[in-house]
């Protein structure tokens, strides 16, 4: 298992305003659109491509196209819904899956409650869309299904990660093909299981507490 933790000017900027309590429900929808196209830029990074040719208004030439099969995307429902659309737009033809992953706020543990994933996922790479990574129990049921599933690698992108979260994944996963490519690694959980400083519950920011 890896961590990449991206550091880049604009990811510090769009991450800081994405804290902010004040941030308003649509922007914080962009800034989470903004952020996850800048994360695939590294998260992407190990697409295998192939040679296809092209013809420009002035000569043919060789060029590159993604080798299949092609890449999942998978958002963990709700609050990774809020990274699909940007990470639709830098990988248009990547397919979706859809996982419900919701966490009980007492005991913190994971529930599974949808499913509407490939059954077998052999040979594909799988990018999982969560922007919170906290005790890290989320992620790894749905980490747990696609590599049973036989997914060739996991890329879990993050926006907010605690340091406990990665902890528990990478020891889970240690000599798997899964990495956590994430815009932020925060100091700590605190005793409700909440990102310390973090930006609050995500699912609510993006979506409101229905
Ligand atoms: C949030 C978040 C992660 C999970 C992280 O989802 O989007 O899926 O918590 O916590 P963990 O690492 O301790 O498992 P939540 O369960 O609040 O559901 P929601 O997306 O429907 O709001
Ligand atoms: N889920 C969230 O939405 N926020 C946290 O800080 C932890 C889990």
């Known amino acids: 298992m890896k961590t990449l933790v991206v550091e880049h000017p604009l990811i510090a900027a769009k991450v800081t305003e994405l804290r902010d309590e004040t941030t308003p429900m649509a922007r914080f929808q962009e800034l989470a659109t903004e952020l996850v196209t800048l994360l695939a830029f590294e998260a992407t990074k190990e697409l295998e491509i192939e040679s296809t ?42 397919e979706v899956g859809f996982l419900g992953v919701v966490r ?64 528990a994944v990478g020891k889970k996963f240690a000599n798997q093909n899964v990495t956590v490519v994430t815009s932020a690694l925060d100091e700590k959980l605190n005793e409700h299981g909440y990102i310390v400083p973090g930006l609050g519950d995500a699912g609510d920011r993006l979506f409101g507490a229905c």
């Open 104 to 167: 009980n706020e007492e005991t913190l543990q994971p529930a599974i409650y949808a499913d509407r994933m490939p059954d077998r996922l052999d040979n594909r790479i799988v990018f999982v869309l969560d922007p919170m990574l906290a005790t890290g129990g989320s992620l790894i049921s749905a980490i747990e299904i696609m590599l049973a599933r036989g997914a060739k690698k996991v890329i879990a992108i993050t926006l907010i990660s605690a340091p406990q979260g990665v902890e």
């Open 53 to 94: 040719e092209v013809k420009t208004p002035v000569s043919p030439t060789t060029g590159s196209k993604l080798a299949g099969p092609l890449p999942l995307l998978v958002p963990i429902l709700r609050a990774g819904l809020g990274m699909l659309h940007g990470m639709q737009q830098v990988l248009p033809s990547a």
